[in-house]
């Protein structure tokens, strides 16, 4: 059973990138596409982008500019990286294991989340 | 605010049926497909129904999708305790930068 872990520095001073790393076990990264959805306190989901184990990646539009997201196959992890965070980038933020083709997008399962505050 | 929307809330008693609406258009619900999330208090979401009206192996037959145009639906039969929660729908928006987008999400209170 594939569980997801997310990890990182809780608290990012402002105009500092905001850095996290989701630790995949019960299973291999080299298959299946992998998310980052964050959700800001008391607010709906976004959902930031995803990457293939292959590096392909894909993100979300409003925030293309200032995201990364990479892969690490011999550690089974994957990370994100927000530049120039702001306190509009306060969210707890989701790893998520994402089946992708034509018309959709799937998150399952997802990890615990982790609280990052941007703050000085 | 989100190109999905759906009620802040809804309600019923244990037993009975509640259904909750998400209301897109032809570029995200029209032309994608649908997923429904359930993200009890505190804890992360969890995939309830995908690809309009799919279960995962272990989600309750109580919970059910359907999809109409640029709609959708999920509806509770039998509610439960448990099952007061936020719940969200999500699909692909196909307009100008293709972005995948959640709904607004309902909260529903068991009374």
């Known amino acids: 059973q594939v569980q997801l872990q997310e990890s990182g520095p809780g608290l990012v001073k402002p105009s500092e990138t905001l850095s996290l790393t989701c630790t995949v076990s019960?299973?291999?990264?080299?298959?299946?596409?992998w998310s980052w959805i964050r959700q800001p306190p008391g607010k709906e989901l976004e959902w930031i982008g995803y990457i293939h184990y292959s590096g392909s990646t894909n993100y979300n539009p409003s925030l293309k500019s200032r995201v990364a997201i990479s892969v690490d196959m011999s550690k089974n992890q994957f990370s994100l990286r927000v530049s120039s965070a702001t306190a509009a980038d306060t969210a707890v933020y989701y790893c998520?294991?994402?089946?992708?083709?034509?018309?959709?997008?799937?998150?399952?399962?997802w990890g615990q989340g982790t609280l990052v505050t941007v703050s000085s | 605010q989100s190109v999905l929307t759906q009620p802040p809330s809804a309600s019923g008693t244990p037993g009975q049926r509640v259904t909750i609406s998400c209301s897109g258009s032809s570029s995200n619900i029209g032309s994608n497909t649908v997923n429904w999330y359930q993200q009890l208090p505190g804890t992360a979401p969890k995939l309830l129904v995908y690809?309009?009206?799919q279960r995962p192996s272990g989600v309750p037959d109580r919970f059910s999708g359907s999809k109409s145009g640029t709609s959708a639906s999920l509806a509770i039969s039998g509610l439960r305790p448990e099952d007061e929660a936020d719940y969200y729908c999500a699909a692909w928006d196909d307009s100008v930068n293709a972005v995948y987008v959640f709904g607004t999400g309902t909260k529903v209170t068991v009374l």
């Open positions: 019960g299973g291999s990264i080299d298959t299946y596409y």
């Open positions: 690809s309009n009206i």
């Open positions: 998520a294991r994402s089946s992708y083709g034509d018309h959709f997008l799937i998150f399952d399962p």
